[in-house]
Nanobody
Framework: QVQLVESGGGLVQAGGSLRLSCAAS????????MGWFRQAPGKEREFVAA????????FYADSVKGRFTISRDSAKNTVYLQMNSLKPEDTAVYYC?????????????????WGQGTQVTVSS
């Protein structure tokens, strides 16, 4: 069991940057693959980025490649999502998620634990 709390959301202008944080508590943080998802109004929740247990492997949705970077700091039990060159279409509630299975991926069903979400709004 792990508890996740996101922070760092806010309002930014297009082209700006934000760094989201996801603080984990409970079971050993390094036991989980971690992912970021987002949900815009009227849309289904979609995959953004994922990182494996060691932090040595990442992958991203095509829509954010080259702009977003996922990372983790085991000493702080925290996962980050650095978001650069933000676009209005990035506006959504962003969720952190944890997966304790051997692998990791982009499917919502792969993730067992979720944070409460943090709002990101990008103005044009």
């Amino acid at each position: 069991q792990v508890q996740l709390v996101e922070s760092g959301g806010g309002l930014v202008q297009a082209g700006g940057s934000l760094r989201l944080s996801c603080a984990a508590s409970g079971r050993t943080f390094s036991s989980y693959n971690m992912g970021w998802f987002r949900q815009a109004p009227g849309k289904e929740r979609e995959f953004v980025a994922a990182i494996n247990k060691s932090g040595g492997s990442t992958f991203y949705a095509d829509s954010v490649k080259g702009r977003f970077t996922i990372s983790r700091d085991s000493a702080k039990n925290t996962v980050y999502l650095q978001m650069n060159s933000l676009k209005p279409e990035d506006t959504a509630v962003y969720y952190c998620a944890a997966d304790d299975s051997p692998g990791f991926g982009s499917s919502l069903r792969s993730y067992d634990y979720w944070g409460q979400g943090t709002q990101v709004t990008v103005s044009s």
